[in-house]
């Protein structure tokens, strides 16, 4: 007797989610997603305006976006993510539904329920999608675990307090700890 299949969710089940529920499809298989805490969305505001300043001040033409964005990072019909904070530079990626490729940069902001997911999946999706450079900020922790996948380099880590470079922005400087009052 043949084994029970789970189902393959697809792009048509993503995109007609009932409204306001969000869920990130991985290889076929749909991840509900909890409402961020406020911490979270302090965090995500602070670090995506210090980004999108640096880059209006440079006069960049890269784009900022915070979640809920979807990005199609291979552009199939089985992967769609919600990262926190991205940075596309590549306009061609970028479409009315969001981004069709790898970003640039990708933050994820860890919340308890998303722990597993943005250490182990989706650092994996990101270093196999080629994306530049992928950021780990983890409250709980009190550190940021920083990956150059272009660079092939082993992952940093920094306490909030210690001043990071943007690898992908390399004049620009970061300190977590600047954002939490």
């Not at 029970?4 to 991840?31: C, H, M, Q, S, V």
């Not at 992967?79 to 479409?95: A, F, L, R």
Request: with cysteine; aromatic share 10%; glycine share 4%.
């Amino acid at each position: 007797m043949p084994l029970p299949r789970e189902r393959i969710y697809t792009a048509e089940d993503y995109w007609n989610l009932p409204e306001g529920e969000r869920a990130e499809l991985i290889d076929g298989k749909l991840y509900a997603m909890a409402p961020p805490a406020w911490l979270h969305q302090e965090l995500s505001m602070e670090l995506s305006s210090a980004i999108h300043q640096f880059i209006k001040s440079k006069k960049g033409t890269c784009k900022v976006v915070t979640a809920p964005v979807a990005v199609n990072l291979h552009a199939d019909d089985t992967t769609y993510v919600e990262p926190d904070i991205i940075v596309v530079c590549d306009k061609n990626k970028i479409t009315p539904r969001g981004c069709t490729g790898a970003p640039d940069m990708v933050i994820e902001i860890v919340s308890p329920s998303s722990r597993k997911m943005d250490y182990n999946i989706k650092n994996g999706l990101y270093a196999e999608a080629e994306v530049r450079e992928y950021w780990i900020v983890d409250p709980a922790k009190k550190c940021t675990v920083v990956y150059h996948y272009e660079k092939e380099e082993m992952p940093a880590i920094y306490t909030f307090d210690t001043p990071i470079t943007v690898g992908i922005f390399p004049e620009l400087i970061i300190t977590i700890a600047d954002f939490i009052e």
